[in-house]
């Protein structure tokens, strides 16, 4: 799974394959306790897979 803010949902789907989207709830948000994996900024989304992911680098991806 990684979490994206509303801007990277596009990079966020490259980097995993087979994505489900769940929205994060405005009470989630608040918590503050998800940030995008590429810019740090709040997140609006978690993308995950049904697979366990192998573990890439994002460096790698981007
Ligand atoms: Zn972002």
New binding site residues.
């Given amino acids: 799974m990684i979490i994206?803010?509303?801007?990277?949902v596009k990079?966020g789907l490259e980097i995993i394959h087979l994505p489900h989207i769940h929205l994060i709830s405005e009470e989630d948000k608040d918590f503050g306790s998800y940030r995008?994996?590429?810019?740090?900024?709040k997140?609006d989304y978690k993308l995950f897979n049904f697979f366990p992911q192998k573990k890439i680098p994002l460096e790698t991806v981007i």
Avoid: T
Avoid at 4 to 8: D, G, Q, T
Avoid at 36 to 41: K, P
């Fill in positions: 994206v803010c509303s801007k990277h990079e995008c994996h590429i810019c740090s900024e997140a």
